[in-house]
Nanobody, 126 residues
Framework: VQLQASGGGLVQAGGSLRLSCAAS?????????MAWFRQSSGKEREFVAG????????NYADSVKGRFAMSRDTSKNTVFLQMNALQSEDTAVYYC???????????????????WGQGTEVTVSS
């Protein structure tokens, strides 16, 4: 499985961005987890949002609940992260990740993911 993340950029506080993660290879015939993580300078990579495939059970970090939303386009093997009401604290490199055999209890764990996209940078100016 190869993951290609895109959609990052520079946006003013309060603005919106939509990130995409296109998957190729043996995709979406699994029962596992897909997620977005982010890492800002000097900090550890942290969970942002994730969902189980194919049930679509979703989880969000408390810091983004109500502002971010994940969705998917099965026909294009792509997942999205819609980010609204962006804040300067959201500035980071965002990574998509996948574990075709992941279980719900491990969704938020960085070390549970086998496949990672290359990251896309999001900068929110205040």
């Amino acid at each position: 499985v190869q993951l290609q993340a895109s959609g990052g950029g520079l946006v003013q506080a309060g603005g919106s961005l939509r990130l995409s993660c296109a998957a190729s290879g043996r995709t979406f015939s699994w029962s596992g987890n897909m997620a977005w993580f982010r890492q800002s300078s000097g900090k550890e990579r942290e969970f942002v949002a994730g969902f189980r495939w194919p049930s679509s059970t979703m989880n969000y970090a408390d810091s983004v609940k109500g502002r971010f939303a994940m969705s998917r386009d099965t026909s294009k093997n792509t997942v999205f992260l819609q980010m609204n009401a962006l804040q300067s604290e959201d500035t980071a490199v965002y990574y998509c990740a996948a574990n075709p055999r992941g279980i719900l209890s491990t969704m938020r764990r960085v070390d549970s993911y086998y496949y990672w996209g290359q990251g896309t940078e999001v900068t929110v100016s205040s």
